[in-house]
């Protein structure tokens, strides 16, 4: 089988997991016998809360790991298999499908498909392809619907049983209650009107929850009759699938009703939002003057405490897909849909563009993070632009993020959605044409079709030519160089460098000064001209602030190949070990698997065998997710052949295998480590240092975020302010020098004695 690592990439439970206790054990008993399941149930039912509860208890049954991927943000059935890619860490590529099949062909993985009644077919399609291409992978849908696809296994989720004498519903309305009024229980007096309650809603466990929560404002009693009087209205089988949908219905305008006008004119605006939003987002997009900003704080805060909007993180907010489907429907029916998301694209392309004047600024990799996370806002902004169409926002959404793209791991897509903006421009010559032509030909040339790239990059130096614009013309010469310095046309390469420097020099500005010498620098290493490689690669640090870290990561990666080839061994480390670094914070693989490449040729070069074995493993495990090594290129694939020769003239063939394969299934934060501290052997544990150079309340605030608390838990635990928490928060990330929050999990487990 294949080295991946054993990930478990489950969102985290945001709420108690109540009864279900033979629904558990059924879906794991499906698991264990059918490769493709598929819990199907009503909206509200409980179908992804089900799954996670009995994924947890299984996890371990999948030596590949299991990952999750929500698609309720996700529209276009076309970007389906770029979005699985991604959760799996492989990176983006015009053919995902065939990524996401070797990735998994030989391992024992499970693909959770969460929400897919929306996109039946793709992820038929998907589910289909996985099963029939590999041996071992498995694949769990959940949906209102089957997927009709060949081997799949029907899990039906009923709602939940309730019986006079207790039963999971009246547990759930219990837990639920008691949240909203403190000291809640059920007993004998009321037991009756609760069992009343539950039996109206059908068991529907979101119909529960949302009525549950009334008891804030409204007695038990009362709660029952309303119910009661309302449910008067629906008639036929209580056990019909039609039914249950009109008790949760009914539920949800229930709510609707009992909210305040601000807050169901905020929960209808809402919805324009997908996969999640933040509080500055919501105040931007849904402000008026019927409903200012405080308002907007207010509204958001009553929907909170209904359990319309759920919070899920420090400043991120999300709405479940019927109650947000419920809000698209009021928002249409008041004619304000369209109004609504061109508000949404105008916040979206205002972030993108800021995004795009700050790409290689000192916070880039703070920038990055926050922009990712609003990934499917950012895809739904861009359906908008282009369906409607709206061409001058279009073009601005898509060239702001015109490195957005590289530095998350998905040019492919980026790919996509230029050739959908370039669709919507005349064909006549124009600033916005060798703009998004110039983006297009960049990201081809990373998803390995450098031919098409430079195609478009000639046609995008053309049109900055014909429009007198030197800035438009030198880009499009820049990526003629990078894509003909790629096919190895190097006589084509050098002459478009001669052209990019007269034109470049005098017009970019830092940014894209800083692009070019790196570029050129990659060029001179592949010619043999080291010396001016280096100092290309030195004019490229000189542009940038040293906290940026895409580009300056390439230039260390790029010296750091020149100065082995140079013999200047300790030179290379120290510039290997920093693109390293930079690259695997920005989780990029491939540039991780470059600085792991590097360092593994400069040990072999020193007899360290068995260090450079595990490092080769380790990139292996990393180019695996890219496709091919070393991105193709002639001139480092020798090297690396060079460096196999030396190991297996120097160490036993038993020995380095072993090694590779270590290498190869090490968790990679560690084998980071290890390839930092120049260890010979890989590290089993972060060493203390690492632990010790944290203060004891930056210490306490780490131990609690490995717990999962959001920061705001934090505060209120440690009793100390949220700015604060987030200021530590800040320094563990760099003192531990991990990337992300869930991490430090990782470092403290990992820092403990043996």
């Given amino acids: 089988m294949s080295p991946a690592a054993h990930v478990v990439d489950l969102p985290a439970a945001v709420t108690s997991f109540v009864g279900r206790q033979l629904e558990v054990s059924g879906l794991m008993d499906a698991l264990d016998s059918h490769r493709l399941v598929t819990v199907v149930g009503p909206g509200g039912v409980g179908k992804t809360r089900l799954t996670l509860q009995a994924v947890a208890a299984i996890s371990h049954r999948y030596d590949g790991g299991v990952r999750m991927i929500e698609l309720s943000g996700l529209r276009d059935p076309d970007l389906l298999p770029g979005a699985l890619a991604a959760r799996l860490g492989l990176p983006d590529q015009r053919a995902p499908m065939d990524a996401i099949i070797d990735f998994l062909r030989d391992t024992r993985a499970l693909i959770i498909l969460d929400t897919c009644e929306h996109l039946i077919g793709a992820c038929g399609a998907l589910a289909d392809e996985v099963l029939s291409r590999t041996g071992w992978a498995c694949v769990l849908a959940t949906s209102r619907q089957p997927l009709n696809t060949p081997g799949e296994h029907i899990f039906v989720l009923e709602p939940l049983p309730i019986a006079a004498g207790g039963g999971d519903a009246l547990e759930l309305f219990e837990q639920r209650a008691s949240a909203a009024v403190p000291g809640f229980t059920v007993e004998a007096a009321n037991r009756q009107q609760v ?9 529907i466990p979101l119909a529960i929850e949302l009525a549950a929560v009334r008891l804030r404002t409204v007695p038990l009693d009362r709660l029952a009759a309303n119910l009661g009087k309302r449910l008067k209205v629906l008639t036929g089988s209580r056990h019909s699938r039609v039914e249950r949908h009109r008790t949760l219905r009914m539920a949800i305008e229930w709510s609707h009703e009992l909210c305040t006008e601000q807050e169901r004119l905020l929960w209808r605006r809402l919805s324009v939002f997908a996969g999640g939003f933040d509080l500055d987002s919501a105040e931007e997009v849904c402000r008026s003057e019927e409903l200012t900003g405080d308002d907007v704080l207010e509204s958001l805060a009553g929907l909170v405490e209904r359990c319309i909007v759920r919070r899920v993180g420090d400043d991120r907010y999300r709405m479940l897909d019927t109650i947000r489907e419920f809000g698209a429907e009021q928002l249409e029916a ?48 861009l359906e908008h632009a282009v369906t409607k169409p709206d061409r001058a926002r279009a073009t601005a959404l898509s060239g702001g993020l015109w490195c957005y793209w590289h530095l998350v791991g998905r040019p492919a897509e980026g790919c996509t959605w230029q050739t959908r903006v370039l669709d919507l421009l005349p064909p006549e010559p124009s600033k916005e044409r060798s703009w998004t032509l110039n983006i297009r030909a960049h990201l081809s040339m990373f998803c390995g079709h450098s031919r098409e790239g430079v195609r478009d990059a000639r046609e995008a130096a053309e049109i900055g030519r014909v429009l007198g614009d030197p ?36 017009h970019d500005n830092y940014a894209g000064l800083g692009l070019f010498y790196g570029v050129r620098g990659n060029l001179m290493l592949h010619i043999g001209k080291l010396d001016e490689a280096i100092a290309d690669c030195r004019r490229t640090r000189e542009q940038l602030d040293p906290a940026e870290r895409w580009m300056n990561s390439y230039a260390y990666l790029i010296s750091g190949m020149a100065q082995f080839l140079q013999g200047r061994m300790e030179e290379a480390t120290e510039s290997a070990r920093l693109a ?19 360092l593994a040729w400069i040990s072999a070069a020193q007899d360290r065998f068995e260090r450079a074995s595990w490092l080769l493993g380790a990139a292996d495990m990393l180019w695996r997710r890219a496709s091919e090594r070393l991105s193709g ?10 460096a196999m020769k030396a190991i297996q003239a120097g160490m036993d063939e038993g ?13 990679l934060e560690l084998t980071i480590a290890s390839a930092e501290h120049d260890s010979d052997r890989l590290l089993r544990k972060v060493s203390a240092p690492a632990i010790s150079a944290l203060t004891q309340r930056e210490y306490e605030v780490a131990v609690l975020a490995a717990q999962g608390l959001s920061n705001r838990e934090i505060s209120e635990k440690l009793v100390i302010s949220k700015r604060t928490v987030d ?28």
């Fill in 334 to 381: 008041a004619g304000d849909l369209v109004r609504m998301r061109d508000l949404h694209l105008a916040r979206f392309t205002a972030l993108a563009v800021e995004y795009g004047e700050h790409t290689f600024a000192a916070d880039q990799l703070p920038r990055t993070r926050r922009l990712r996370v609003d990934h499917e806002n950012l895809q739904v902004a």
């Fill in 195 to 203: 069992v009343d309650i539950c039996s109206c809603l059908d068991g």
């Fill in 727 to 754: 200021a530590h928060m800040d320094h563990i990330l760099t003192k531990l020098d991990v990337s992300r929050r869930a991490y430090i999990r990782d470092v403290l487990e990992l820092a403990r004695p043996d």
């Fill in 471 to 506: 800035w438009l013309e030198g880009r499009g010469q820049l990526y003629i160089l990078m894509g003909s310095d790629f096919l190895g046309d190097f006589e084509t390469a050098i002459r478009a460098s001669e052209i990019t420097t007269r034109l470049l020099e005098a």
């Fill in 633 to 642: 290129q002639v001139v480092l694939e020798s090297l690396h052949q060079r």
């Fill in 580 to 598: 390293m670094r930079m690259k695997h914070d920005l989780e990029d693989p491939v540039g991780t698997a470059y600085g792991l490449e590097v």
């Fill in 655 to 667: 020995r380095h295998q072993e090694a590779w394969r270590a290498g190869a299934a090490h968790p």
